[in-house]
């Protein structure tokens, strides 16, 4: 499958000041069949070297002795019988155990500039002990992050470009012209659109998910497949954890996603998730959750916004799913509900607020939402190019009330409502209207400092 991201591996690899690279992500992104199966088939074919760390023991071995960047050069040419050169690609997956490797990227990094080098896995735990050292902690001698000697991209769920890329190439190139052209679609080719967007509410980005269904056509057995991924997540927080009160607790949190953001305030409430229980409780879990790219969280800004933006209170927060096809399977909705014709009257607009978390999280988008007096609200305000973009989120038509409470405050160019609605601009509002098939191209957009109407 094509991968928006495999164009982040092609514009590392030929930047004259390259890096060793680590790769982030979520667990079963598909962050090892982009490496490797994209990229490296790709651009090294028959000049690649793959170290899985979890499996190729000896390798892992004489690796956690050593951060020698020579010495394990000479060791795994000598293993694998290539010579390691700089058209050499060499690829350590699940490096999680063996943390050392990230170590000695520095002296790959000082010393063998021009080998390729790639480092990715469940990375949680190297995530928490590079927080540990940017805050001085004392190091105890076996790990230190290379600070400066390394290159970083994350890797999410696919996005409902990248799936509808895949599942419908015709009517992505259609979509994508559209929104370049700052048209409209038909409205047959909208309908059809939408019916794609509801189809990515269901069985969200997870690439075994999304395969499953270009193969089969069939979305039972995609949602089988979804379902299967959901418990593992549950069963993995044992390796992000250190202690059983962690895990049952960053269960419980994950759990309870759907049921936080589907009541009035949708701010994370500790209450709802255990009796009297409190924000501090659960800082660890939420730590763990969103380094693991699990959980997204957005922040509550107030009133005046300055800028670069900041959280006005970080015990006023919210908490989204990284992976809208499993925040639709938590919610408990039948699946018939995401393709009947009743859909929009039984999808809640919280499903579309997830989606659209997750699109501006997968640009990199830090995530934010304003709330003002009287319940006035935005569910997203981005910051892009000096400007700030309040976004609104509505499942249907509706109407941007809050938008004049904000402007009370804050001055932006223009407001951004992500509806079903086609795509147009009102001048005299300053409100653009965009459909949710249109939002990735948006959140790009942002994210490149390149938004116009």
């Known amino acids: 499958m094509d991968r928006v991201a495999a164009q982040k591996l092609v514009e590392w690899n030929h930047n004259k000041r390259r890096k060793p690279l680590i790769v982030w992500g979520a667990r079963q992104v598909g962050k090892t069949y982009l490496i490797k199966d994209i990229f490296a088939e790709t651009y090294y074919k028959d000049h690649y070297i793959y170290i899985d760390c979890k499996i190729e023991d000896e390798v892992s071995d004489f690796c956690s002795k050593t951060a020698n960047a020579g010495k394990i050069i000479e060791y795994i040419s000598l293993r694998k019988g290539m010579q390691i050169t700089e058209n050499t690609l ?35 735990r190297i995530k928490i002990q590079r927080e540990t050292h940017k805050r001085g902690a004392a190091d105890n001698g076996k790990f230190l992050f290379p600070v400066g000697k390394i290159n970083q991209i994350t890797v ?18 259609t979509v994508k012209k559209a929104y370049e ?42 949602k089988e497949v979804l379902e299967a991924l959901y418990d593992n997540y549950l069963s993995d927080m044992e390796l992000y954890q250190a202690s059983q009160e962690a895990i049952l607790r960053s269960r419980a949190l994950f759990s309870n996603i759907y049921k936080e953001l589907n009541k009035e305030s949708k701010n994370f409430s500790p209450g709802l998730i255990e009796e009297k229980g409190k924000t501090r409780d659960f800082a660890t879990s939420i730590q763990w959750l969103t380094m693991a790219h699990i959980v997204n969280q957005s922040f509550q800004l107030k009133e005046h916004i300055t800028m670069p933006l900041m959280p006005d209170n970080e015990s006023n927060f919210r908490l989204f799913l990284g992976d809208i096809g499993m925040f639709s399977y938590q919610s408990g909705i039948n699946a018939a509900s995401f393709v009947s014709s009743e859909r929009e009257n039984t999808l809640s607009g919280i499903f579309f607020e997830n989606f659209v978390a997750g699109e501006l999280t997968a640009k990199d988008h830090k995530l934010f939402y304003w709330r003002g007096r009287a319940s006035a609200e935005l569910e997203f305000i981005i910051e892009s190019d000096n400007r700030l973009y309040p976004i609104d989120v509505k499942k249907s038509k509706g109407t941007l009330n809050s938008l004049k409470k904000f402007s009370d405050h804050n001055k932006f160019g223009y407001a951004i409502k992500v509806s079903k609605n086609n795509y147009g601009y009102d001048h005299d509002q300053k409100i653009l209207t965009v459909p949710f098939y249109f939002f990735p191209f948006v959140a790009g957009d942002l994210a490149d400092g390149k938004m116009n109407v």
């Open 90 to 124: 060499l690829v350590f997956d699940e490096v999680q155990e063996c943390p050392n490797i990230i170590s000695s990227l520095k002296y790959f990094c000082q010393d063998f500039r021009q080998i390729p080098v790639i480092a990715t896995g469940s990375m949680v």
């Open 181 to 222: 052209s700052r048209k409209p679609l038909d409205t047959k080719i909208h309908e059809l659109a939408m019916e794609q967007v509801y189809k990515y509410l269901l069985l969200g980005g997870m690439p075994e998910v999304v395969d499953t269904y270009i193969e089969s056509g069939n979305l039972l057995e995609s």
């Open 156 to 173: 999410y769920p696919m996005t409902f470009d990248e799936f509808l890329m895949n599942s419908n190439k015709m009517l992505y190139e």
